[in-house]
């Protein structure tokens, strides 16, 4: 049986147009912006010529996902264009359609609960030329017309027109656990590595969590330590490692930190899990704000961010809700 052929690296990269983050601001009377769904996983520009996808390419350029995805393959032929470069995101979305981040490194057992689309949201070339100087209304009309509806695996992202509505669609996108939206100026050209016209608004939940620990620190951190290990308390009393924080601590507030938790009496892991990198356990006592995205299947916290110490707060106060 002869081997099988390898998709061939893309040698060339373009970088992708980014997002200025503004949490909470919709523009919801101007009509200068469109807005789209922000949705969780891999971004990924999609390189196809003829019939082949010869790269579906991280956006750092240090990785190619076309081996990982033959379903986003095999759908791209139907794409029509003899020649296009696409921007899109690769998500999983689970059998009620509701998009669930995994890694691109997708395994067979991912695939079987999960189906993985790209979702297009900007095209850069078209049958060899470049069509980053069209305005963004443009763009968007040129993906749905080579773009097939039909197709399982590649669709393009709805795009809103009235500002009226932003708020009640991003209402909306926030009650179904979504990642957020993307508001989008209609004139805007495509212009790697700018932030000045597309605007992320992504939705974010505060928590009280107790303190139990700290990890170790690298680099800058090796003096200090890394993040704060978190825990609530579920209906039963027992504490729920719910992950760690180390975003939104300063250097001052590291050694602060640093030293309130020297003064603490150690204490053996309340988990019953294992956790890595543990410098040092502690008594629940201390009990801190953190801001997150939202919870993993595993009850974690998903990229936390530090806000405040809760004096008002006590450790039992805690409670471990898996929303």
Known sequence: MPAKKKTPVVRRCIRP????????????HNKTYVLQEKFDGTRGMLYKVGDKVTGLISRYCDADFTINFPEIVKDAKYIKANQCVLDG??????????????????TPSTKKKYTVRYMVFDIIEYDGQRVTNLPLTMRLE??????????????????????????????????RKGEGVMLKKKESKYVPGSRDDWVKVKKEQTEDCVVVGITHGLGRRKKTFGALLLGQYDKNGKLI????????????????????????????????VRVNYVKKFVKPSL?????AMERTDYGRLRLPVFLRVRNDKEPQDCKFINK
């Not at 147009?17 to 919801?28: H, I, V």
């Not at 690769?90 to 998009?99: S, V």
């Not at 719910?242 to 640093?258: C, P, Q």
């Open 287 to 291: 009990v801190v704000e953190v801001k």
């Open 89 to 106: 995101e690769i998500t999983f979305f689970d059998e009620r359609k509701n998009p669930f981040f995994l890694t691109a490194a997708a």
């Open 17 to 28: 147009m980014l997002a200025d983050a503004q949490k909470n601001k919709l523009y919801t």
């Open 241 to 272: 490692y719910v992950g760690n924080v180390g975003a939104g601590l300063s250097d001052a507030m590291l050694r602060e930190f640093l030293k309130t938790i020297h003064a603490m009496p150690e204490a053996p892991n309340p988990f019953g």
């Open 142 to 175: 040129l993906l749905k017309k080579i773009i097939p509806p039909s197709l399982k695996h590649i669709k393009v992202i709805k795009t809103y027109t009235d500002p009226k509505k932003y708020l009640s669609i991003y209402k909306g996108i926030v009650k």
